[in-house]
């Protein structure tokens, strides 16, 4: 049997073994699949933090390791929730452990066209009063011919409902296909302060026995977890580093067990 670990840049892993005080955002998700003459660049640059990395890590490959599994990952870095379930939908296989780490639900999904082809992007829905990065779009359409704004979009609530309503219909589905499974907040969904009644109806039907610590706080999610006890790259990259994975992938190992045995006695 094998693990397959879907998720974000969380999933992707790093090899930064550990916390490095300065050492900038986008070194350790780079860091591995950057050409051999940029690698060695960064390395040039940041030789002196860099010297005892490792191979890549995750908390799916530390699980996968822990159990005897062989790990499969289908993982980019900064990718939505709507792609996870899309990539789950097209790519699930016989005889494997699923591992679903979440992102944040302001990413969304869309489909670009260049050059004849097409491509699936991500983008970060937010408000219009919020300050626009790369990749965000304010989200702002209801505007009348008099330039008064009639409705004020609701971001993080639809963010909770849409994201809720994924988490059903992949339980769902993997359960159909009797693939044993776990979900888990690799990011904050705000689950812990659903905002809307829609959205608490939506989560008392989640199947709890297969989402680890479901309605999680942010101190509590993967990525806020780490944050707290310390385990990131640094102070700047918030990813987990490579004793944070390991870390956070411990805490989840009991309950794959448990579900991996239980699927074991239903197929005997």
């Known amino acids: 049997m094998k693990l397959i670990h ?5 999933a992707m892993g790093n090899g930064i073994p550990y916390f490095i005080k300065g050492l900038p955002a986008e070194v350790a998700p780079k860091l591995h699949w950057k050409t051999a003459v940029k690698r060695q660049q960064m390395l040039k640059t940041y030789g002196n933090l860099l010297k005892d990395v490792e191979d890549p890590m995750s908390c799916g490959l530390h699980i996968a390791n822990q159990l005897n599994l062989r790990f499969s990952r289908i993982a980019d870095n900064g990718i939505s929730n709507e792609m996870i379930f899309r990539r789950l939908l097209s790519t699930i296989d016989d005889d494997c452990f699923v591992l679903i ?3 944040g639900y302001n990413r969304r999904e869309g489909l670009t066209t260049a050059e004849n082809k097409t491509h699936w992007h991500t983008w970060k829905q937010v408000d219009r009063t919020d300050p626009v990065g790369y990749k965000d779009l304010a989200f702002d359409p209801w505007v009348n011919k008099k330039g008064q704004r009639e409705y004020k979009p609701a971001i993080e609530e639809e963010g909770q409902i849409r994201t809720a309503i994924q988490i059903i219909y992949m339980q769902s589905f993997l359960k159909s296909m009797k693939v ?3 979900i888990f907040n690799a990011l904050y969904n705000g689950f812990d302060s659903p905002l809307t ?3 608490k109806k939506l989560l008392s039907k989640i199947d709890k026995k297969y989402y680890f610590d479901l309605q999680a706080n ?4 993967q990525h806020g977890w780490c944050l707290k006890k310390g385990l990131t790259v ?3 990259d918030q990813h987990p580093n490579v004793q944070g994975q390991k870390e956070w992938g411990n805490l989840m190992l009991s309950q794959c067990k448990s579900i991996m045995e239980e699927y074991a006695n239903k197929k005997s």
């Open 218 to 221: 942010f101190d509590n999610c």
């Open 180 to 182: 044993p499974h776990l």
């Open 234 to 236: 640094s102070e700047i």
């Open 6 to 10: 879907y998720g974000c840049s969380f």
């Open 101 to 103: 780490g979440l992102t």
């Open 197 to 199: 009644n829609e959205c």
